[in-house]
């Protein structure tokens, strides 16, 4: 335990050292999530990107690391105890380790949720239906292929959100997470980032190709 301890405050010693550098005065993020883009970030230090090699490594030594990496504090209820096995083949930035770790942790049942600037709760995947999801405007093009919740609320043109119901559902991963109302032209998506990606790509693609 103690081996692998010393590798996850190692890791994390050394991207909050990266972050240790004066920045310039402008309205930049001054913490991580796994939706944000580098432009976002680009009067501020970027931790260097690294790579990882977790062997073992227990739910609350990956959410202190979670926690160095994000500058936000992550706030959990009763979680299980796990332990979990992560190596990556190449060196991410802060942003990617994010995404990595949202991925990793829903495969074993647990969900991260941001809230506003300066917090991300880890809570039970079966708890997504009744929490508040952050919205995520970004075109799909950039959104993160990863396990990130979030909600997206999109205005259909040519179709009746009843209509494109059947096509998106193969598509979603989390239970009931497709609300469609005709009467507003509008759907509301509430699943993983890599699934809503996907999901409007598609809506994309029909809405082109449908003629008026």
């Not at 709760?121 to 959104?143: G, Q």
């Not at 509008?186 to 890599?194: E, G, H, K, P, V």
């Amino acid at each position: 335990m103690k081996n692998n301890a010393s590798i996850c405050w190692l890791v994390a010693g050394l991207l909050i050292a990266g972050c240790a550098t004066n920045s310039p005065a402008h309205n930049f993020k001054k913490t991580f999530s796994s939706f944000d883009l580098l432009a976002e970030h680009a009067g501020t230090a970027v931790p260097s990107a690294a790579t990882m090699d977790f062997k073992g490594v227990d739910l609350s030594q990956l959410l202190e690391i979670y926690t160095a990496v994000s500058k936000r504090t992550v706030l959990r209820g009763a979680l299980p105890d796990l332990k979990f096995v992560l190596r990556t083949a190449t060196p991410m930035n802060a942003i990617e380790q994010l995404q990595t770790f949202d991925t990793l942790l829903a495969q074993n049942g647990i969900a991260m949720i941001y809230s506003g600037e300066r917090t991300v709760k880890a809570v039970p995947v079966d708890r997504l239906k009744t929490e508040v999801l952050p919205e995520i405007d970004h075109p799909w093009s950039a959104l993160p292929e990863s396990s990130s919740p979030m909600l997206r609320k999109v205005y259909l043109k040519k179709y009746r959100p009843s209509e494109v119901l059947p096509v998106l559902q193969p598509l979603a991963s989390l239970p009931n997470s497709i609300v469609a109302v005709d009467a507003e032209s509008l759907l509301i998506l509430r699943d993983y980032s890599a699934n809503i990606r996907q999901q409007l790509k598609l809506l994309e693609e029909l809405e082109q190709k449908k003629t008026p």
